[in-house]
């Protein structure tokens, strides 16, 4: 099958004025009369509020509004559970919390007032400690959380949000038996997703319509979210998405564009909100959750898994956010792509007072994987194997069943695994203080609704209108290469209007790994009904057959008759060639789950991507510090459309996972106060870090998957990194590091034991 890195090099149609710097973010929109947004932050983890006065900020010269909960509908809103306002009314429940928003003539008039707003707060017990949460005696953070609305599948009491598990067989009973037994419990810190630009928004009425700029990955969650919290409909609201400056997932779900909303309704003017960097880390309800992992799995001297025992507990944080899933997904990669005989996985998603957690690239999986992974070679030593041959001996393959009763269809793992190994080159002759380790992992397929259009203009040169979302992956800059060999067009033929939920259909936005699995799907559907109707009035003109005919080079001709063709240009001169389509959703499989609660869809793993890392290490003993030094990252994401762009987030995902495995980590304090929230003390990975790193691509028909055979790419690359690093660190201790980042203090103290 042809692929599109065979296809001529095209320019994206966002990279010169990215490279140049002329591109425009919304940090740099300045509207007329446009005011500046600031927030009063609750400052305390857990609070009641007594008493609101904002008379001081008001009285300050330039002060044009200030809002708070009284100013806006009492809605509450959330992902899967409604359990939050846009401004808190009578708690607190995280430092971040919004108590008043100031709109005034400067940021620094505007954060002026913020700290003129009075807030007296009675202070609350507060739960930092989510793995105390789940306790009979624990403080509620939500003691009104049965009067909340949610889904019926989460299994929700007192602080539990969301619980589930995976069973099968009799676990106890196959443990006694097994010949060899291991038991692990790892700890992780929760995760930033530090976008490189802050959150950005400028909201504009017009009449009782409201248009919002916004840094967000998701335009259509946000526009729902705004009509939601103000009471109005969501036709009377637009959402524009600017150049954005990267996500990492950290942009999905609605967020401040409610409450900037409201204070341009209440100013009468636009107003404008930018995030400081301290901000981005603390305010922001939205960062990898923070975990407990305990793993026990029994086999036999053969290698074969005979059971798996598994408790998790997630900190959801303050609130649910789109993160109410988190517990299934957790348990299905504690469950993992092994070959289980008898399970019992149980997972749980618990409020806390801490940061709210929602989906950061690969939500759970990195964590799990890191754990679950350092776990199988804990087995391989006790069963005296190589840790690769006991991966080789026990992950799923063409027909496996997983302990939900999914039957698995296209799995190459074994293949990934294989090569990562193959790349990465045998760990001989290595330095005492160097190893290599290895790590499997998959991550599901979304299949989700979207729409688009395409449309030729008199000139011949075309517009594809798409409500998909580009974050920077190259995902929707690849479109106008997919509709152009589609109908014998040129690349640059082809303009994108993208990101403006007036202009195209409703879409997920940019998570999930999707936009190639559906929302190109859309494109190429639309692409189909602009290709029909060329067919048919050149058909007409030339007078032959549609099936004789076929579009190239610019032109309709005949099959074997160059000579006798019409150019697409003065086809669409002489009429209307306008597509649209949607694409036929692909159907995810079926898994019965018998046994199991929490069903909330996530049971089966649709057209599961499948990856296999091996990372080279070498650790100083007497610092702890930890240098990667090679990666091979092989991967089965389907058909390869765009290998540039494909190769592009396996780096960005490797160097991502390095950063996890090693450096990134919020620290709260007793309070659930954050400690690093800059980038002085929150360590990223820089290009000046990253390693070798080496990629291959395994590509399968898998049933079910996207446009040409192709699956998600986006958030795979970080989900096994970690975990090679950490069996690569213990193969050079002799100790592993059961808490995540393995800092150099952990690496240390590790090999004190």
């Known amino acids: 099958m042809a692929t599109l890195e065979d296809a001529p090099t095209t320019v994206r149609s966002d990279g010169r004025e990215k490279v140049t710097g002329s591109g425009r973010y919304t940090a740099d929109l300045t509207l007329t009369g446009q005011l500046h947004a600031a927030f009063r932050y609750a400052d305390h983890p857990h609070a009641r509020i007594t008493r609101i006065d904002a008379t001081k900020a008001r009285a300050l010269p330039g002060v044009i509004a200030v809002v708070t909960h009284e100013d806006v509908p009492d809605v509450l809103y959330g992902g899967m559970v409604k359990d939050r306002r846009l401004f808190a009314r009578d708690t607190v429940r995280f430092e971040g919390d919004i108590v008043a928003g100031v709109a005034a003539l400067t940021p620094e008039l505007a954060r002026q007032a913020a700290a003129l707003v009075e807030v007296d707060l009675e202070p609350l017990p507060v739960v930092t400690d989510f793995e105390a949460a789940l306790d009979d005696s624990a403080t509620l953070v939500h003691p009104a959380w049965e009067s909340y609305e949610g889904d019926e599948e989460l299994g929700r009491h007192d602080n539990v949000l969301g619980f589930s598990t995976i069973v099968k067989g009799d676990t106890d009973a196959a443990l006694a038996a097994a010949d060899v037994v291991v038991r692990g419990r790892y700890v992780t810190d929760p995760v930033q997703g530090v976008p490189i630009e802050p959150r950005a928004i400028v909201a504009q009425w017009q009449g009782d319509r ?14 729902a979210g705004v009509a939601e919290t103000l009471g109005i409909p969501e036709a009377n609201v637009r959402v524009i998405v600017p150049l954005l400056g990267g996500g990492f997932g950290a942009k999905c779900d609605f967020h401040f564009e409610g409450h900037v909303a409201a204070l341009a309704r209440a100013a009468g003017r636009p107003v404008k909100l930018v995030f400081s960097r301290h901000e981005e880390f603390f305010a922001v309800g939205h960062r990898r959750e923070g975990m407990v992992i305990e793993l026990e799995t029994g086999a036999s001297h053969d290698g074969r898994i005979v059971a798996r025992k598994a408790r998790l507990v997630l900190d959801s944080g303050a609130y649910c956010g789109e993160g109410g899933f988190f517990a299934q997904m957790a348990a299905m990669h504690a469950h993992g792509p ?25 939500p759970t999986a990195p964590q799990v994987c890191w754990a679950l992974e350092q776990h199988m070679d804990e087995l391989a030593e006790a069963l005296d194997l190589d840790p690769v041959e006991l991966r080789m001996r026990t992950l799923v393959e063409e027909g496996s069943v997983t302990a939900t009763g999914q039957v698995l269809e296209g799995i190459t793992i074994k293949d ?4 990562a190994v193959e790349l990465i080159g045998g760990g001989d002759g290595l330095a005492d203080d160097e190893a290599i380790g290895v790590a499997c992992g998959w991550w599901p397929c979304f299949s989700a609704n979207a729409g688009a259009y395409v449309k030729l203009n008199p000139d011949g040169t075309g517009t594809i209108v798409t409500g998909a979302q580009e974050n920077g992956t190259g995902a929707v800059m690849a479109m106008p290469r997919l509709v152009a060999e589609e109908l014998g067009m040129r690349a640059d033929d082809f303009s994108l209007l993208y990101q403006d939920t007036d202009a195209a259909p409703w879409d997920m936005g940019s998570c999930g790994s999707q936009t190639t699995f559906n929302s190109v799907r859309a494109v190429l559907a639309a692409t189909d009904d ?11 003109q030339l007078e032959a057959a549609r099936d004789d005919l076929e579009l190239v080079g610019g032109s309709v001709r005949v099959k074997g008759s160059p000579d006798k063709a019409v150019t697409v240009a003065s086809l669409a001169a002489g009429g209307t060639f306008h597509g649209k389509g949607a694409g036929e959703l692909p159907e995810g499989p079926s898994a019965p789950a018998e046994g199991c609660v929490g069903r909330l869809g996530l049971e089966s793993f649709h057209a599961p991507q499948l990856i296999a890392h091996a990372a080279h290490v070498k650790v100083d003993r007497e610092t702890g510090v930890v240098r990667v030094l090679r990666v091979a990252a092989v991967h089965d994401c389907g058909r390869i459309l765009n290998r540039v762009g494909a190769d592009g987030q396996v780096y960005g995902g490797v160097v991502m996972g390095i950063g996890q495995a090693l ?14 929230p800059h980038l002085l003390d929150y360590k990223l990975v820089t290009a000046s870090d990253a390693p070798s790193i080496e990629i291959a691509w395994i590509e399968t028909d898998t049933p079910n998957a996207g446009p040409k055979g192709s699956k998600g790419v986006g958030e795979p690359p970080c989900v096994p990194t ?9 193969k050079v201790l002799g100790e592993r590091v059961r808490a995540l980042p393995m800092t150099p203090e952990r690496v240390w103290d590790a090999q004190q034991k």
Request: glycine letters at 6%.
């Open 416 to 419: 990934t695994l294989a090569k």
């Open 338 to 362: 092994y070959e289980l005989e008898n399970v019992h996985i149980e997972s749980s998603l618990v409020y806390s007072n801490n940061q709210p957690s929602s989906s950061i690239r690969a």
């Open 530 to 540: 602009v290709r029909d109707q060329l067919l048919d009035a050149a058909s007409e």
């Open 663 to 676: 450096t990134e980590g919020t620290q709260l304090d007793d309070h659930g106060r954050q400690r690093n």
């Open 722 to 730: 970690a975990g090679a690093i950490g069996n690569a660190i213990a």
């Open 210 to 223: 409201v248009t919002v700029w916004s840094s967000t990955q998701v335009p259509y969650a946000a526009r």
